[in-house]
């Protein structure tokens, strides 16, 4: 099945840098990439939506700011959580949608990143 | 908007025990259907899904029946493992909604020796 490449698994930041964590698929083509964040014990929530070579679209509720979405090919995406504070410390997950073909109604998903911002 | 209802957990049995984790949902269009499973600080995978009515899918013993007319998607292993320990999503895909994922709220199973 298709592959997605989520990278870092696991940072710890200080409070007020910044961490970019990278989604990449890597033997299909992504048009469009999901940004989820999930709390423990607790469901995904969808923070953002986006789209090779547009501008993301983010949920509401979600700081656009704070949390800066790149999707500059179709093979790689960027989450930036910009000015980290320990609220931001989650488990983030993206997941990706291929172009046409049999494996478009499914998403493959990264394997997440713990972050912990101290 | 579409919603995915599960069962809360934790859902906890014996090996070899019949597991079912119940999974309803509410859609305007005609979603597909797919279960997600979730191991301890992992992402997601792909457990098993169904594209249309009465699809059933399948996969490492488990199973999820597309029923229409209930609206449901309910997850079944007739004979469960220690390593099937995780947390299962129940999730629905809507054309009419950009294909975008909804999720329900996670069941945790744990299997005991």
């Known amino acids: 099945g298709a592959v997605v490449s989520q990278h870092p698994s696991r940072v710890i930041c200080k409070s007020g840098t910044s961490v970019k964590i990278e989604c990449r698929s890597l033997?299909?083509?992504?048009?469009?990439m999901f940004w989820y964040r999930q709390f423990p014990k607790q469901s995904l929530m969808l923070m953002a939506t986006?789209?090779?070579?547009?501008?993301?679209?983010?949920e509401q509720g979600v700081e656009k700011d704070k949390f800066l979405i790149n999707h500059a090919s179709l093979t790689l995406s960027t989450l930036t959580v910009t000015s980290a504070h320990p609220e931001d410390s989650s488990f983030y997950i993206c997941?990706?949608?291929?172009?046409?073909?049999?494996?478009?109604?499914?998403?493959?998903f990264g394997q997440g990143t713990r972050l912990t911002v101290v | 908007g579409n919603s995915v209802t599960q069962m809360e957990g934790p859902v906890t049995l014996s090996e070899e025990a019949f597991l079912t984790i119940n999974c309803t949902y509410t859609a305007t269009g005609y979603p597909s259907l797919f279960w997600y499973v979730q191991y301890p600080g992992e992402g997601l995978q792909l457990l098993l899904k169904?594209?249309?009515?009465?699809d059933k899918g399948s996969n490492k013993g488990f199973e999820a029946t597309y029923r229409k007319e209930t609206t449901s998607f309910h997850l079944e292993k007739g004979s469960v493992q220690v390593s099937d320990s995780a947390v299962y999503f129940c999730?629905?895909?809507?054309?009419?909604?950009?294909?975008?994922?909804?999720f329900g709220g996670g069941t945790r199973l744990m299997v005991k020796p």
């Open positions: 169904a594209t249309k009515a009465d």
């Open positions: 997941s990706a949608r291929a172009m046409g073909g049999v494996l478009n109604t499914e998403a493959f």
């Open positions: 986006s789209n090779e070579g547009s501008k993301a679209t983010y």
């Open positions: 033997d299909f083509q992504a048009t469009t």
């Open positions: 999730a629905l895909s809507d054309r009419g909604a950009g294909n975008m994922l909804t």
